[in-house]
């Protein structure tokens, strides 16, 4: 055998040779599927095995390609790797040098996209129980997004028709880009920090996923996350979300929808206002009524002989009670506005008719009151007996030859008494 | 006075004026609270006008 002595080196180093002139190797689009994977974070190489049923190859991922990756590789996630093959002279190992890596199937943004949000959903950080809700009547809201966009304009619009009684902030932001996510996160803590609004819209008009890409910032969603100010996510089109939308406390399908949620609605404000204030009117004369009742309870248990100087007395608490309707009637009035005089008028008539029926009360009390009079009586065909201008009730004080005065109902007669006889 | 305020304080007025029992003094004094909060109210209703402010990064900036 006269075959010289080789050294593996020189082996490994001839078999690369072999490998690098096939221009075939070059280039390789290989599809398989990833396992053995070992990132090595200090140097942030990627290292794996590429594998179908039957066959494996090793593949390596340079930091610089690695870096480029908008998705985390994963065991038995099935990719295509672009790349060329080559050898690793000091193992003796043939591998796949990949430059680029794709999922198969769904796209990178869409796996980077479900990998991201099953992390932050396994933090808790969509928890329902996290989010916090909007207020009511907010002062001051803040709006993130871009300063020129249709999105801030839509923003402004809602809300300056619906809620003017508030202010709106507006932090101007870059919405797509590399440059985005930082400036949206600094915006976020700004408003925060500087408690500068009571509510938080953040978004952007829409867009493709890439331009849309920068919502889906881990660390956007930890500001967002983190926010003592409610946020209010509104992203693209009703059909976009991104992991914005879910770590905010309420995604809105659009920046018009967002500034819907954020304000209240001044026409429902106003009804409610009316409502309002229709109770308070008839409250207010309700309360009156009842005054009247309790009146009315106690003048029933008032004895006879009590009831003509009570009825003075009501009549002067009526016209206390009458008077200060009467004003408070004349001052909502005096505010003319439209709504105060529907009200005032309704208070109005409420006090005609409480006046009217306490009239007709009184008129009816002091007919029963006449019944009562003891010379009604004459009218039925009786007589009553004067003497010395006072009613003589029993024949004791009258004598023989007194002059007294008969009462009947239609005049006097004087008479002399002529004989007195007592009852046997 | 905010908007929010009077709303609320104008709803303890009815709230008080339907629950009753109150003198009629009581009532009047709350009555006419009442109206001028419901006034105050529909004003600020009509007359708001919406305040914008542009924040700008480099202006206030803490950093």
């Known amino acids: ?424 | 006075m905010t908007y929010e305020n009077a709303i609320k304080r104008l709803e303890e007025i009815v709230n008080e004026l339907e629950k009753g029992g109150k003198t009629l003094d009581e009532s009047v004094k709350l009555f006419e609270e009442g109206a001028g909060l419901a006034d105050f109210c529909d004003k600020a209703l009509k007359n708001a006008e919406l305040k914008i402010t542009m924040l700008n990064s480099r202006e206030n900036g803490d950093e």
């Open chain 1, 1 to 424: 055998m006269n075959l010289p002595v080789i050294t593996v080196s020189q082996l490994n180093l001839y078999i690369k040779k072999m490998f690098d002139s096939d221009l075939s190797f070059a280039s390789v689009i290989l599809s398989g599927e990833i396992s053995n994977l070992s990132p090595h974070y200090r140097s942030g190489h990627v290292y794996f095995s590429l594998k179908d049923e039957n066959s494996s190859v090793k593949a390596v991922m340079f930091a610089r390609e690695a870096s480029r990756l908008r998705f985390r590789p994963e065991n038995g996630m099935k990719v295509i790797a672009f790349g060329r093959v080559s050898v690793f002279e000091r193992d003796g190992v043939y591998q796949l040098y990949v430059k680029e890596l794709e999922p198969d199937g769904a796209g990178a943004l869409s796996v980077a996209f479900e990998q991201l949000k099953k992390r932050l959903e396994s933090k808790g950080w969509f928890d329902p129980a996290h989010k916090k809700p909007l207020p009511a009547f907010p002062k001051r809201v803040g709006v993130i997004t871009s300063p020129n966009g249709a999105a801030l304009q839509d923003i402004l619009n809602i809300i300056g028709r619906r809620f003017p009684l508030c202010e709106v902030i507006v932090a101007g932001v870059t919405v797509q880009g590399n440059a985005a996510s930082g400036e949206i996160i600094e915006a976020v803590e700004r408003f925060n920090k500087e408690k500068l609004a009571d509510v938080l819209i953040v978004g952007r008009g829409g867009g493709s996923a890439e331009d849309l890409w920068c919502f889906n910032d881990e660390a956007l969603a930890a500001a967002v996350y983190k926010s003592e100010i409610p946020v209010i996510s509104a992203v693209g089109h009703e059909t976009d979300f991104t992991i914005c939308d879910f770590v905010s406390d309420v995604r809105a399908p659009t920046p018009s929808a967002a500034a819907e949620l954020a304000v209240p609605d001044i026409i429902s404000l106003t009804h409610s206002l009316e409502a309002l204030t229709d109770s308070l009117y008839s409250n207010y004369v309700s309360a009156v009524r009842e005054k009247r009742l309790r009146l009315e309870l106690l003048t029933a248990k008032r004895s006879f002989s009590e009831v003509s100087g009570l009825f003075e007395g009501e009549r002067r608490r009526l016209e206390k009670m009458m008077d200060s309707i009467n004003n408070l009637v004349s001052d909502a009035v005096e505010k003319n506005s439209r709504r105060c005089q529907t009200a005032a008028e309704r208070l109005n008539r409420c006090a005609v008719n409480y006046i009217g029926a306490e009239k007709l009360r009184f008129a009816k009390d002091v007919t029963s009151l006449k019944r009562l009079d003891p010379l009604a009586v004459l009218l039925r065909g009786y007589a009553a007996v004067e003497l010395n201008g006072t009613m003589a009730s029993s024949v004791d004080a009258i004598n023989v030859d007194d002059d007294i005065t008969v009462l009947m109902s239609d005049g006097q007669l004087r008479c002399r008494v002529e004989e007195k006889r007592l009852k046997p």
